[in-house]
């Protein structure tokens, strides 16, 4: 779910940014690669390979590098929202509640943290706190869809499976998700 949240737009202003926009490579350890043929590393890159480092399941390299990043640049919202991120894979999961809260506070307008915010609570078994994050989210931007899977796990979780189901009929048709949602929302009127 960590790896699923919006990931951060490329600054224009980094010097790698070109590069970074043109790379091709998908994998992530064919993405680690490209990285390490960059002639001078920037920000940018760096947080590429610590999300690849994240995507390959590797813990302590990401962890290691996401320490790096804060000491180097401690005040940017980038690093801090990919603290968050490594904090919810790695199981830190107060950390990242606490990450997130720091970009929420820069961005309050910005569903992309409230969404964050959602998945730590669900974690942390706040589930009415969760709720209104993935509610807030839903209800604002219909784009973000995994909201709504959220807000139907946190309603199945509190025994509500008629309001999962209501939610999970709420992803309008246009969505690439539509099917899953369907899908979803048989299960969960069937499952008891």
């Not at 830190?92 to 964050?116: N, Q, R």
Request: charged share 20%; glycine share 6%.
């Amino acid at each position: 779910t960590a790896l699923a949240l919006p990931v951060p737009r490329v600054d224009a202003n980094d010097p790698n940014a070109g590069f970074l926009a043109g790379l091709m490579a998908s994998a992530p350890a064919e993405l680690i690669a490209a990285l390490e043929a960059v002639p001078a590393a920037s920000l940018e890159t760096r947080l590429r390979e610590l999300r690849a480092r994240l995507e390959l399941r590797e813990q302590d390299a990401a962890a290691a590098a996401s320490a790096a990043l804060e000491a180097r640049h401690p005040d940017d919202w980038r690093v801090v929202w990919y603290r968050g991120v490594t904090s919810l894979v790695t199981g830190d999961h107060e950390v990242a509640a606490l990450s997130f809260d720091a970009v929420y506070d820069a961005f309050p307008g910005e569903p992309a943290p409230k969404l964050a915010l959602g998945i730590c609570a669900e974690v942390l078994g706040q589930l009415d706190n969760a709720a209104e994050y993935y509610r807030l989210v839903w209800a604002t931007d219909p784009g973000f869809v995994s909201a709504a899977f959220g807000l139907a796990r946190v309603q199945i979780a509190a025994g509500d499976r008629a309001a999962a189901a209501r939610t999970l009929e709420s992803v309008p048709e246009a969505s690439i998700h539509y099917t899953a949602a369907r899908v979803a929302t048989v299960r969960a009127r069937l499952r008891e």
